[in-house]
């Protein structure tokens, strides 16, 4: 019999051997593809891209309604090698490619298995919210995937090691999930009480070490909960707001949530559960009726997660769930698969190469519709905030002071971030960062009114620069104020 701590005793690069391996190999080539895929796409940024671009260039215990860490990472990249598409791109891929690796580690000390664990890397890859959402917007549930990835690790080999560092590195990394996405605060809390049910790994649960999971996790925490506590409002409001959409019908509220999250949960799970059944269809029977204290924690914890996100729902009258805020709970399911092999018994090699060959299929051709999408928008007559003409913009913002090296007074984000793409070496704030960094803007830029009438909050702001002259753009779509006529 096999010692359950013989796997997590075993060093770090042995346990990494999963990575050398065909799945492993096409795994990183997706990324890979994915990036050049983007790169392909142009300067144009999706709404979180140009967020991302602007608040980049800060560093703070907060910044709105979305946790810090993903901006502390683009932070990072940003000021490591520039703020440019390639930049805020090769982050997002390089933790999409470390989040599905350290899924296939955690799964790995679980099963002790390489192809449960290559099944489980493989799988995160077949989440909507991994090849379709993460490829066009999304940004810090990005981030909350590498925290999941990572916390189920460090959950996993504290559970089979029950030492006062793992269990000091489940606090850390729950605290950086947190961090990350505020509803990850909801997996430790389904993690405790799967433990706590399970006659397995209840010793687990009620060990001493807990404590120093918990003084670990809120010291983590502790200084952006300071930074909430000030900003409560700012922190949360948006996302309150838009669960709170209205119902229509006359069903109560608490139905229509259920009825929401049942139809996000069937969005967030159908493509994997299709592709592991075609793949494994015959020991499928044997794979369902096959259990253990792994599949058993795995399955507990996305469950329970779904259940106290409905309570939340019900506590805040919220009547909307969206896909994406289920995302970070469904990378549990791929491990759950997994360990129902491993609990199966089921050695498939050619169950395995079809799970990963008919998943690369597919997901590769979603970044080919992508691709193809946002090249021919033009084409389309596609029109918004992220296709006006922000290079010529910069082009002549530079030519007005002679220099990419200055500060820009943007009206909104969208063309702060935009202008900091084109122009990385400026300073680009808003009407509200502008007092907090201190900014004192050389160039003053807003969206041109058909009224012809210029904005009253570029008054004061022109004022204080001894801004005077004001120009428009070729294009007429912007207009921009100066200390000197623009060539």
């Not at 502390?72 to 440019?84: D, P």
């Not at 805020?88 to 470390?98: A, C, E, G, I, Y």
């Not at 066009?136 to 999941?148: E, N, S």
């Not at 004061?460 to 428009?472: A, F, G, T």
Request: charged letters at 15%; aromatic letters at 8%.
């Amino acid at each position: 019999m096999t010692d359950i701590s013989s796997q997590a005793e075993r060093p770090w690069h042995r346990r990494l051997d999963v990575t050398i391996s065909l799945p492993m190999a096409m795994l990183a080539s997706y990324f890979a593809l994915a990036l050049i895929a983007r790169l392909l796409r142009g300067n144009d940024l999706s709404a979180d891209e140009n967020q991302l671009a602007f608040l980049s260039q800060f560093m703070w215990l907060g910044y709105g309604n979305q946790p810090p860490f993903y901006n502390w990472l683009a932070w990072i990249s940003t000021h490591a090698f520039g703020t440019s598409i390639l930049s805020l791109s090769l982050l997002k891929d390089l933790l999409l490619f470390l989040s599905c690796l350290c899924l296939g580690v955690a799964t790995r000390v679980a099963t002790e298995r390489k192809e449960c664990a290559e099944l489980a890397a493989i799988g995160a890859v077949t989440l909507p919210a991994v090849f379709l959402l993460s490829q066009r917007d999304l940004t810090h549930t990005v981030g909350a995937f590498l925290a999941v990835a990572l916390f189920l690790l460090c959950l996993f080999s504290a559970l089979k090691r029950p030492t006062a560092l793992n269990y000091a590195l489940v606090g850390l990394t729950a605290g950086i999930g947190f961090l990350a996405k505020y509803n990850f605060a909801v997996l430790p809390i389904a993690a405790g009480i799967a433990l706590l049910l399970d006659k397995d790994w209840r010793a687990r649960a009620l060990d001493w070490r807990v404590a120093i999971t918990v003084v670990v996790g809120l010291a983590v925490v502790a200084p952006h909960l300071n930074w909430v506590h000030d900003n409560f409002g700012m922190a949360t409001g948006a996302t309150v707001e838009e669960m709170q959409e209205a119902a229509s019908g006359s069903l109560p509220k608490w139905l229509t949530a259920a009825a929401a999250l049942l139809l996000s949960v069937v969005k967030c799970s159908a493509i994997t559960l299709a592709l592991f059944a075609l793949a494994y269809r015959s020991q499928l029977a044997d794979i369902v009726r096959a259990e253990s204290k792994w599949t058993r924690l795995t399955g507990r914890m996305l469950l329970i997660s779904l259940l106290l996100v409905f309570v939340v729902l019900i506590a805040v009258d919220a009547t909307t769930v969206r896909p994406k805020w289920l995302a970070i709970y469904f990378l549990l399911l791929p491990v759950y698969l997994a360990c129902k092999v491993a609990a199966a018994n089921v050695r498939s090699e050619k169950a395995t190469r079809q799970f990963t060959l008919v998943s690369a299929g597919i997901v590769m051709s979603f970044l080919v519709v992508i691709l193809i999408g946002e090249l021919t928008e033009p084409l389309r007559g596609k029109d918004d905030d992220n296709s006006a003409p922000y290079a010529a913009l910069a082009s002549q913002a530079r030519a007005a002071v002679l220099t990419d090296a200055t500060v820009i007074l943007a009206e909104n984000v969208p063309l702060a971030g935009n202008l900091k793409i084109w122009l990385p070496n400026a300073l680009v704030v808003t009407p509200d960062t502008a007092a907090i960094v201190g900014a004192h803007p050389a160039i003053v830029v807003w969206q041109a009114d058909k009224s012809g009438e210029q904005p009253a909050w570029t008054t004061e702001w022109m004022e204080r620069s001894n801004l005077l002259d004001i120009h428009s753009t070729t294009d007429g779509n912007f207009r921009l104020a100066v200390r000197s006529s623009a060539p």
